[in-house]
């Protein structure tokens, strides 16, 4: 340790990993703002206005919408420890590194696991689905609508109807999706969604918003047993973020801030009008990368817009390379995991960093590097 120690002076960067992504100027400012007291009648306004904001951007009337104090993992905990109890069966979609993590939460409350498998880099096959909820009372279908270690978008409303039909909720990660594709909460039927601001929201690492539907409120009123997690126990967080405001947790204010700014940002731009920049920047990275003879991971009609996973070319030394982009353009991408570790990079153009100018940046650095 160095005496004194040296305040923080931050590099600058460009975040074209799987997360965080940068934010922009303005949500920097909100959150730079004076702390006030958490059950301030401002800030209590402020409240509401997040939690109304998320509502337009999750696309659902669900009055139980409000943001986790934590990171988007949490919001995984948060459903499915909220819904399950133990014996339940699960079936939980499988085909990268977060279904695999759903699995494991599943398992750790009390769940029957069932794992519905798919090879990474391929979505779900939803009669597999179908065949794993067929054969035995599912208490909920989970699966993860942009799966960030593979780059690939699971459609939704097959799923959905499955899960409706047998009388399963239908639980979903949208931490990648939200705010870079289109996540209509209501018109899919989805249960429980959650996210993170850190990815396509382009608000720091620290909430998760989570939505339940009334059918995922009934079962969650419905327990025997209490919500192992103290913390993430919603019946305990709706009294301090409903009517009542009870005390539970301090709300990390500033943090609420910058949701705030992030949330009024998007709505500024239209959803539709974001999802469209997303495609479009995606398309245009593909067709660069195309001409550098590289590909994608996942089939184009599989492709997330979010998170491009890129092939690396034969003979290419992943972390010296990544070491180049950061050091040479201040650039961060992310590596493979699990099988893909030195087989891919992750290049994400998530909300704010999805832009011509960065996809531009990409394509010459790594012409650089490569
Ligand atoms: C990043 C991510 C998470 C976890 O979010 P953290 O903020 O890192 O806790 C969960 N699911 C998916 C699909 C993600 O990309």
Redesign the pocket.
């Known amino acids: 340790m160095p005496d004194p120690v040296q305040a923080i002076s931050v590099p600058e960067r460009t975040l074209m990993g ?2 965080p992504s940068n934010c922009p100027p303005s949500v920097l400012t909100a959150m730079a703002q004076p702390t006030v007291g958490h059950l301030d009648p401002w800030f209590v306004e402020r409240m509401n206005e997040v939690q109304a904001m998320l509502r337009a951007v999750m696309r659902t009337e669900n009055r139980l919408t409000l943001p986790i104090s ?7 905990e948060t459903c499915l420890v909220n819904l399950i109890e133990p014996g339940d069966r699960c079936v939980v979609g499988v085909n ?3 279904g695999q ?1 759903m699995s494991d939460i599943v398992q750790r409350a009390g769940g029957e696991l069932v794992r519905v498998e798919a090879p990474w880099g391929r979505p779900l096959d939803s009669a597999d689905i179908e065949a794993a909820v067929k054969a035995g009372p599912t208490k909920l279908v989970a699966v ?6 593979t780059g690939v978008l699971q459609p939704l409303e097959e799923v959905s109807r499955i899960a409706r039909e047998h009388g399963a909720l239908f639980v979903v ?4 999706s939200l705010g870079g594709h289109a996540v209509l909460v209501d018109e899919w039927g989805i249960d429980a969604c ?1 996210s ?4 396509c929201l382009s608000v720091p ?1 620290g909430l ?1 918003p989570v939505s339940f539907s009334d059918r995922a409120v009934e079962a969650l009123r419905a327990r025997k047993t209490k919500v192992q997690s103290w913390y993430l126990d919603l019946n305990m967080i709706c009294s301090y973020w409903g009517e009542d405001r009870v005390y539970h947790h301090t709300a990390p204010i500033n943090m609420i801030y910058a949701l705030h700014e992030g949330l009024r940002l998007i709505l500024g731009e239209g959803l539709e009008a974001r999802w469209e920049r997303h495609r479009r920047n995606h398309e245009l990275l593909k067709s660069g990368l195309a001409e550098l003879g590289m590909e994608l991971l996942p089939k184009a009609e599989d492709s997330l817009w979010t ?1 491009n996973a890129v092939r690396l070319p034969e003979g290419v030394d992943d972390l010296p390379a990544r070491k180049a982009l950061l050091v040479r353009f201040g650039l961060e991408v992310g590596g493979g995991l699990g099988d893909l570790k030195g087989k891919i990079w992750r290049v994400g153009l998530m909300g704010h960093n999805s832009t011509e100018r960065n996809v531009t940046l990409f394509l010459s650095a790594a012409r650089a590097v490569l």
């Open positions: 799987p997360g934590a990171t988007g993992s949490a919001g995984m990268g590194v977060f993590r993860v609508h942009a799966e960030t270690s990660d949208a931490v990648t959650y993170g601001t850190q990815k690492p998760a998170l």
